[in-house]
């Protein structure tokens, strides 16, 4: 009697199972979100998903649709595939820059009211369109979903704090102490490639980085333990020389000098140790008052071009440095409510005090 009762429930509890037969899925790997500059339809949707052929060849479809909200395109884009959609595999979504400047919240407030969607899901940004580089065929990649998936990996590794996904930008967005950033892509020559970082006034885009001024950013935010540094360094007496530094951060720190009702001055201290590379110049690295007076020149250098950087920043009343945390920490709650935090890092005095050591040399001309 037993073993009937159980033989019963077996064939209840499968025959309740909702049953997924992968041939019929439409496994969506990324999402792309463009304006469309249209009244009726604002927003522009592109999906992209792997499929079999009926070769047996493993392929990938694209769907583009125009709504006048993300959930009105996602269901046009359901009534033009015969496959189910399944958001669970998602692993990219990607925003065109005019999206962006608009604000993001809602799309990815959208992704996270879907329970299948992940907050470890990446978020990028296009140049331009995001269709453009979702619909890129980039011959030997296969899925354009996979190549960004291991971009935005790499990346995450070389700025060992930066995670670009949704969790780390809702937790910087609804932090009043720092601004969201995202890494930017561009079709170039048929292929995908990396062309600098997002910066946002909450959630809205305000400035993409170029590659060069980014990679000071991640060092004051104190996310790049290593890098390489190649410049274009002034020696005197006209002399130009290029240097490739291959460095290690050692130390870095950032004082706010402040009272209790405001802070006027802000200091970021960083210290590399570098390996020179290549070196063009005339003189002996080697000698040790050669590397002193380099040690000198890079120095002013990340000094000069950070400080063009930061003040940039707070023209634009960006802080993706994070500031505003240290100002925070400085005061009582009160008065951190009652501050107008961006017109108070706005008129920060904030300065780069950099110290660099050559540990090794080298010479290639």
Known sequence: MIKVIVIIMIFVITGCAEQKIIDDLALINAVGYDVTGKEKNPLKLTVTFPFITKDGNYDRKTIIVEGKSSKEAREKVRLKT???????????????????????????????????????????????????????????????????????????????????????????????????????????????????????????????????????????????????????????????????????????????????????????????????????????????KIQQKIENIISKKIKKEGKELIVMLQKLQVDPLGINRYVRNKMNYKEWKALDKYQSYQDMNINIEANIILNSSGKWK
């Open 82 to 288: 015969n496959l189910r959609l399944e958001s669970g595999q998602v692993r990219v979504s990607l925003y065109g820059q005019e999206v962006a400047k608009q604000g993001m919240l809602p799309y990815i407030q959208s992704l996270v009211r879907d329970p299948s969607i992940g907050t470890r899901a990446k978020l990028a940004l296009a140049e331009d369109k995001a269709s453009d580089v979702l619909m890129l065929q980039i011959k030997s990649e296969g899925q354009n979903a996979t190549y960004l998936e291991q971009f935005l990996t790499k990346l995450n590794r070389e700025n060992l704090r930066t995670n670009y996904n949704i969790y780390q930008f809702l937790r910087d967005y609804f932090d009043d102490g720092i601004d969201p950033i995202l890494p930017v892509f561009k079709v170039e020559k048929n292929n995908i490639v990396y062309n600098g970082i997002g910066l946002f006034h909450e959630d809205q885009l305000v400035k993409i980085l170029k590659p060069s001024e980014a990679k000071y950013l991640f060092l004051f935010r104190e996310e790049m333990n290593e890098g390489t540094f190649i410049e274009q360094i002034d020696v005197g007496e006209e002399e130009k020389a290029s240097i490739m530094l291959n460095y290690e951060l050692k130390k870095h720190r950032v004082h706010v000098q402040s009272t209790s009702k405001n802070s006027k001055k802000a200091v970021i201290f960083i210290e590399l140790i570098g390996d020179v590379i290549e070196y063009t110049g005339a003189e002996e690295i080697s000698d040790p």
